[in-house]
């Protein structure tokens, strides 16, 4: 079975930092392409940020230079390091993996198959 479990979600002040963590187990397709989501109540899901083969990155616009991707396989872990966060970043986090495809869709839910539970992060200002 494969399965993805994200934590490290919580509350924190505009300005403040969180470090997300999605752990992984069994047969993933961690070593070709992984990814974070977020979705806020009525709104649509968002790609925030993707890695193709553990080392090529793309980030949505809205939080380039603010958050970092990162793989480490040896810990079997996906990390979303969250700085300087707003309050606009306020949502339930998702880690998801799936298949190698056009970089450009990197952000693109589909391309994506399984998916873990979720965690939340709110951003007061």
């Known amino acids: 079975q494969v399965q993805l479990v994200e934590s490290g979600g919580g509350s924190v002040q505009s300005g403040g930092s969180l470090r997300l963590s999605c752990a992984y187990s069994g047969y993933t397709y961690s070593n070709g392409r992984m990814a974070w989501f977020r979705q806020a109540p009525g709104n649509e899901r968002e790609g925030v940020a993707g890695?193709?083969?553990?080392?090529?990155?793309l980030y949505a616009d809205s939080v380039k230079g603010r958050f970092t991707i990162s793989q480490d396989n040896a810990k079997k872990t996906l990390y979303l390091q969250m700085n300087s966060l707003k309050p606009e970043d306020t949502a339930t986090y998702h880690c998801?993996?799936?298949?190698?495809?056009?970089?450009?869709?990197?952000?693109?839910?589909?391309?994506?198959?399984?998916w873990g539970q979720g965690t939340q992060v709110t951003v007061s200002s």
């Open positions: 998801a993996t799936g298949h190698l495809g056009l970089f450009s869709q990197l952000l693109l839910p589909s391309l994506y198959r399984v």
């Open positions: 890695i193709d083969n553990g080392f090529t990155t």
